[in-house]
């Protein structure tokens, strides 16, 4: 079970809005990176709160629902497959959660982010590695993300059909690979993930 143990800690120390963050989408072909930032109310219990890669489609939307019900305030934020392509995926993903952060109605006063790297943010904040199994703020952040995202992958798929993206969600899988071979890449992917095809 996750425990608020970070945030209490950092609430102990000072601190009053203790937001989580993580990000989906960073390994994929195509779309854009999305990043979210969540304070929860310290000690609220969301049942099947957990690791986001842990749970199912339908209970992640579940979880999801009670997240934005529950929240002292929470922001879903993006960086475009465009900023990805110029920046690199890494700055784009600090982007995105820098956007998350910044957009949040309550400020924030310490972010947690799951993983190891953090720049750029304007508050301070701590690196956590598998950070949405072990804080519930990063976890619900990282549940946030992935629903958006999953959600965007739907309707890349309505538009750009022959990829199959509806399916793998936009990863490097055969079937995706195939297709971008047969049908040449679409304007949603990102042009330095697909240097194999030159």
Do not use: W
């Amino acid at each position: 079970m996750l425990e608020y143990t970070i945030e209490q800690d950092l609430i102990d120390k000072g601190y009053t809005y203790v937001c989580g963050v993580d990000e989906a989408g960073r390994g994929p072909l195509c779309g854009p990176v999305v990043a979210a930032a969540c304070i929860l109310p310290i000690g609220l219990y969301i049942e099947g709160l957990n690791d986001s890669k842990k749970l199912t489609p339908k209970k992640r939307k579940e979880v999801f629902n009670k997240i934005i019900e529950n929240a002292v305030a929470y922001c879903i934020a993006e960086a475009s497959v465009e900023e990805i392509d110029e920046l690199n995926i890494l700055e784009a993903d600090m982007l995105a959660m820098r956007r998350a952060v910044e957009g949040l109605q309550i400020k924030a006063d310490f972010a947690i982010i799951d993983g190891n790297v953090s720049r750029g943010f304007s508050i301070p904040t701590l690196t956590v590695i598998k950070g949405d199994a072990t804080s519930p703020s990063i976890a619900a952040a990282s549940i946030l993300a992935k629903v958006t995202r999953d959600e965007m992958c739907e309707q890349m798929d309505k538009d750009y059909p022959e990829y199959g993206i509806g399916k793998h969600k936009g990863y490097a899988t055969k079937q995706h690979m195939d297709a971008l071979r047969k049908f040449g890449p679409s304007p949603i992917h990102r042009k330095k993930f697909i240097r194999f095809l030159d």
